[in-house]
């Protein structure tokens, strides 16, 4: 587990008047939880989008597992074994919790294009679905379709979810958000015993969260990479309390 | 021990749906074969070949949520085909629909392979555009027969010999490629590969997120779309021995997403009935001429507007919500 993880060099994404993200060169070392953290509007979603290429950058490279992926579509960002989660919780309404969870299963099932055989053939996944779903709490809302969810548990789906994929490099865009205080806790925990083993990338506004659980964090303004370093050094840096007042203030 | 009463009973529902499921599949069996018996038989063949064709557009509007206002295409160039080849060529019906059927997947996947990329209306305008284009080439060829089409397309299959069929025998041949396409489109719907494309229709962006190639997904559910679309025209060939410029105008593009909107989106028996409906409506008020493309227009409002699920998903959704009371 050495190296990087993700390597961006000169990463920059322009839309019409203005500059979104401005040549950031960010590095994540593998086996490492790395936080992304700036004010509202600083860039920190367009990075993700880069990174899983949603967005094609403007200019720049980026590298994942040292392979340059500036030719890849998402769905093969999401092959090399890069998973995420969106700010705004992304679910597929009309399923059962249950598939939910299986239709990311099914992937790694190679069922993209199979499509003579009978479904029943998905029974072979409800275990480690059951599995997934108790990790984050919702083994007794399977059956419920996921539109009927509260915030918070759409939340922990889409988390369930995104770990389905057994990712090498799990990219969470603001994990916490419209979490109560006993769901960040266990949200909390679910991070770190998933980050045995893998790269955790981070967006979370939570700043207690990230003390704790993040070993590096690298701070984003107007696009721009302010500072990085340990959660104690950043913390201490004028600059950042600025970026944090001025923001709050305006 | 307390989940022993429950488990059994859990049994017993499930012995009593397969059984309900059996007495369904009897019914349905001994009603198809009576029909021709009691009901004009080219009424039913129409009938059959569009609910064919509207199950086929329902596979792209209704589970995959691809808006095509270009089915036409599919549906009368391959009408064509199958009555050039059965007319001209002498072949026998069956073969006649297999080249035409094969030829409907080559147009399927040009026509998906330009339209998949773009997303909702844009799709539907690039659909509609391209089949204007067939229809411009049907109506330039010189083996489409211009405006009077092919007629007199001969009723010999393989089946009856080479024989000509009554109509009555042809009911059942067309009969026998309806319930084919029927049982495919059943089990695209309930595949593996049905479920992801449920959930491209439900949120595209999450699905490429899991590592789907979205595009190429839809690219296969159109293809298979437009392929029985394409069975369906070329079994109408043969069975109304007819194909005409009808087939692949825009107008026939509009109705068949009529059928679907009327029957039920995404509901498996649907598209049937929207058919029936729309079909029985062309021949019994066929006296009223154009007003019956008004009284189309109508239905099209009061669906969009009032029951949007269509006939067997408002049923559906009844049904639902009453289980779901009792419960
Ligand atoms: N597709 C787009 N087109 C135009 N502007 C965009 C687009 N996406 C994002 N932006 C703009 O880019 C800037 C950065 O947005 P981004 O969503 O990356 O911020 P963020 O750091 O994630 O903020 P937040 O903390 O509020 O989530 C914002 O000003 C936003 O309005
Ligand atoms: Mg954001």
């Given amino acids: 587990m050495d190296g990087w993880a993700i390597e961006t060099s000169g990463l920059t994404k322009s839309f019409v008047g203005f500059v979104a993200v401005n040549n950031v060169n960010l590095r994540v070392r593998k086996g490492s939880i790395f936080a992304l953290i700036g004010p509202n509007g600083a860039g920190k979603t367009t990075v993700f989008n880069l990174l899983t290429k949603f967005l094609p950058p403007t200019s720049g490279r980026i590298m994942i597992n040292g392979q340059d992926v500036s030719a890849l579509k998402p769905h093969a960002i999401a092959r090399l074994g890069v998973s995420r989660s969106f700010q705004i919780s992304s679910v597929f309404p009309q399923l059962t919790v249950h598939e939910n969870v299986r239709v990311a299963l099914q992937r790694k099932n190679r069922d993209d294009f199979n499509f003579w055989q009978t479904d029943r053939c998905l029974s072979v996944l409800d275990e480690r679905v059951e599995e997934l779903l108790a990790a984050v709490g919702l083994g007794d809302y399977a059956r419920h379709q996921a539109s009927d969810l509260p915030y918070g548990r759409k939340r922990a789906l889409e988390i369930a979810t995104t770990l389905a994929l057994d990712p090498s490099i799990l990219l969470l865009d603001e994990p916490m958000a419209g979490l109560g205080s006993e769901d960040i806790k266990g949200v909390s925990a679910l991070i770190r015993s998933v980050a045995q083993g893998r790269t955790v990338v981070m967006v979370e506004h939570n700043l207690r969260v990230v003390a704790e659980l993040c070993d590096w964090v690298a701070v984003l303004q107007r696009g721009q990479l302010l500072t990085e370093g340990s959660y104690a050094d950043v913390s201490a840096n004028p600059a950042v309390i600025e970026a944090y007042m001025g923001n709050s203030h305006a | ?327």
């Fill in chain 2, 1 to 327: 021990m307390a989940m022993a009463p429950l488990e059994t009973k859990i049994a017993a529902a499930n012995g009593s749906v397969r059984q309900r499921q059996l007495i369904i599949i009897l019914l349905v069996a001994v009603a198809l074969s009576a029909a021709p018996f009691l009901i004009y038989p080219m009424f039913l063949i129409n009938v059959l070949c569009f609910a064919l064709f509207a199950c086929a557009f329902n596979l792209v509007m209704g589970y995959s949520g691809l808006l095509s206002f270009g089915h036409a295409a599919f549906f009368g160039s391959a009408a064509y085909i199958s009555g050039y080849c059965a007319k001209t060529m002498g072949l026998p019906a069956e073969l006649a629909i297999l080249v035409a059927t094969s030829c409907s997947v080559v147009l399927g996947l040009i026509f998906g392979w330009v339209a998949i990329r773009k997303q909702g209306i844009y799709f539907g305008m690039i659909t509609l555009a391209m089949a204007q284009v067939v229809y411009f080439i049907a109506v330039q060829a010189p083996f489409t027969g211009g405006e009077d089409g092919l007629q007199g397309v001969p009723r010999k299959a393989l089946v009856s010999a080479m024989a000509p069929m009554s109509d009555r025998q042809s009911y059942f041949f067309v009969l026998a490629f309806f319930l084919i396409g029927f049982c495919i489109i059943y089990r695209i719907v309930h595949s593996p590969f049905g479920h992801i494309l449920r959930s491209i229709k439900e949120n595209e962006t999450r699905a490429a997120s899991l590592g789907y190639d979205v595009d190429r997904i839809k690219l296969i559910a159109f293809t298979l779309s437009a392929t029985l679309s394409g069975m369906a025209g070329a079994v109408k060939a043969i069975g109304f021995q007819l194909a005409t410029l009808t087939d692949v105008e825009f107008f026939m593009s509009g109705e068949v997403v009529l059928m679907v909107l009327v029957g039920g989106l995404a509901t498996m028996t649907g598209p049937v009935l929207g058919a029936a409906i729309i079909i029985a409506m062309q021949y019994y008020l066929s006296e009223f001429g154009i007003w019956v493309k008004a009284l189309h227009g109508m239905i099209f409002i009061v669906c969009v507007m009032a029951f949007r699920r269509g006939i067997v998903g408002e049923i559906g959704a009844y049904l639902s919500r009453r289980r779901g009371a009792s419960d």
